[in-house]
């Protein structure tokens, strides 16, 4: 049997592209093989919708899925996002666990996105902190849902290798009792990168806490950390991105670590 569009049940996965259902849910689309194949390790995928001829191309996948419907070409455009798709999407059970859960892991490195409103910014971010090899990447405020369908493409299946925590604004001292360093990024901050580096004052357990581009950390994060780093600037850019100085920040920690 082929599934199409008006199929109960391809329905029901297309309203996994709201916010608002996925929260109801507690389910999530992940898209194209990659994903879906880290999906699948991780143990979260219910069920695999695909074309009959991605299903046969990536036979290895369906093989390994609880539930595999086969879906027309029309189906397929409506479960996906992207311009191109490339045949496949899980629904897949959400994975956030509590902050104490994922402290109780002692990570060495963590990653905090507090109020981070753009998807593929998100991330890209938790795709960065699972290389650096942080433990967990902590959603802060009203943040941007990390199974957002872009949030999860970005992320090019380091969604699934990495904690996701979701929580308010108030963890610093959550983070301090589990022995991290909280370092809040600003470009006014009163410590540079490069001298934290030379200090040693990276080689400890260090939780990196990142804003938005548009409006930084809010003040009462600033404030209470433990320090406020700069990223210097040596040419003439304003700034860089988030992404890439979450990339930098992050990985001159895993440098010290190491």
């Given amino acids: 049997m082929t599934f199409t569009t008006r199929t109960p049940r391809v329905v029901a996965a297309r309203r996994l592209q709201r916010r608002r259902d996925r929260d109801q849910t507690g389910r999530f689309l992940a898209e194209g093989p990659q994903a879906v194949r880290e999906a699948l390790a991780a143990g979260v995928v219910l069920e695999l919708f695909g074309t009959g001829e991605a299903l046969t191309r990536h036979g290895d996948l369906a093989l390994l899925a609880p539930v595999v419907s086969t879906v027309d070409e029309e189906a397929m455009t409506a479960l996906t996002e992207t311009v191109q798709p490339q045949g496949l999407v899980a629904v897949c059970e959400q994975m956030d666990i509590t902050l104490g859960d994922a402290l109780a892991k ?3 490195l963590v990653a905090v996105v507090a109020e981070i409103r ?3 910014n998100a991330g890209t ?3 960065t902190a699972d290389a650096a090899g942080a433990g967990a990447v902590i959603f802060a405020g009203d943040a941007v849902d990390p199974y957002n369908g872009k949030c999860v493409r970005a ?3 380091s969604l699934f290798h990495v904690d996701v925590v979701r929580i ?3 963890f610093l001292g959550d983070l301090r009792e589990a022995g991290l360093l909280t370092l809040a990024t600003s470009g006014n901050g009163a410590d540079d990168l490069d001298s934290l580096l030379d200090d040693g004052a990276l080689a400890a357990p260090t939780a990196w806490i990142f804003g938005s581009e548009a409006h930084g950390l809010p003040r009462e994060l600033l404030e209470a950390a433990d320090r406020r780093v700069r990223v210097p600037i040596y040419g003439g850019a304003e700034s860089l991105n988030l ?3 979450a990339a930098v920040c ?3 920690s895993a440098r010290a670590h190491r």
């Fill in 106 to 108: 002692r990570p060495r």
């Fill in 118 to 120: 753009d998807p593929g």
């Fill in 125 to 127: 971010v938790l795709r």
């Fill in 155 to 157: 992320s090019a299946g």
């Fill in 168 to 170: 308010g604004l108030s």
């Fill in 243 to 245: 992404a890439a100085a």
């Fill in 250 to 252: 992050l990985y001159a």
